[in-house]
């Protein structure tokens, strides 16, 4: 036990902190930022940046589609568009427009994790553009509108009282 502290306090004072096993790199700020985000349902945390559903359905179809259908109707990964109403019984629909409580978490999602190949890889107007483009195919917005940080928190999704918060107070 005393060994093992000597050698614990011989690492730290050699480099000035515990010696890391010396695997990899340490990631850059730019790498860093590209994880370190986070978007709240309010909006909060989106950067800037606009789209609409013309610009998403080309981007949709180039980095999207293999995986989810050519109109987001699923294929080897889950489907994204279905009927813009909350799931029921007989229809237990996962799909943005019917499970979904709040769009914000889309833009959330696609650009903390999509596409599964380059997470991170889409700049801020192009998960914008797809962003609208799900929510239009979805049949929530028009096919004209213009998405952003601005915007997106005002969509009102159809599912949006269909859960019960763990932190309402009663
Ligand atoms: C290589 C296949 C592949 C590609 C390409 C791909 N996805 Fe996915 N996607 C998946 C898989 C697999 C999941 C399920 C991941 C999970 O549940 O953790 C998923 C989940 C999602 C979800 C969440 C679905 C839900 O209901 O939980 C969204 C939204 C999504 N993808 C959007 C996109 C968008 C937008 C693109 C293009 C930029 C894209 N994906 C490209 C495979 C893919």
Redesign the pocket.
Same mark, same amino acid.
């Given at each position: 036990m005393f060994g093992l502290v000597i050698a614990v306090a011989a690492a730290v004072a050699a480099d000035g902190y515990l010696m890391a096993p010396h695997l990899g790199k340490p990631m850059s700020a730019d790498e860093v930022s590209k994880w370190n985000k986070t978007i709240f349902p309010d909006g909060q945390g989106l950067p800037p940046g606009r789209g609409d559903a013309k610009d998403g359905r080309v #981007? /949709?179809a180039q =980095? &999207?589609a293999? &995986?989810?259908g050519d109109h987001g109707e699923g294929a080897? !990964? $889950? $489907? #994204?568009v279905g009927e813009p109403k909350p799931p029921t019984p007989d229809n237990p629909s =996962? !799909? *943005?427009g019917s /499970?979904?409580p709040f769009a914000t978490t *889309?833009f959330d999602? *696609?650009s903390r994790?999509?596409?599964?190949?380059a997470p991170g890889s #889409?700049s801020a107007d192009e998960t914008y553009a *797809?962003t609208a483009y #799900?929510l239009a195919a979805n049949k929530i917005i028009g096919e004209n509108d213009v998405i952003s940080a601005e915007t997106l928190p005002k969509v009102k999704m159809p599912n949006r009282n269909g859960f019960i918060w763990i932190d309402v107070k009663k």
């Open positions: #981007l /949709y =980095k &999207c293999s &995986c989810h080897t !990964a $889950e $489907e #994204l =996962k !799909a *943005i /499970y979904w *889309i999602f *696609i994790s999509m596409p599964p190949s #889409l *797809i #799900l």
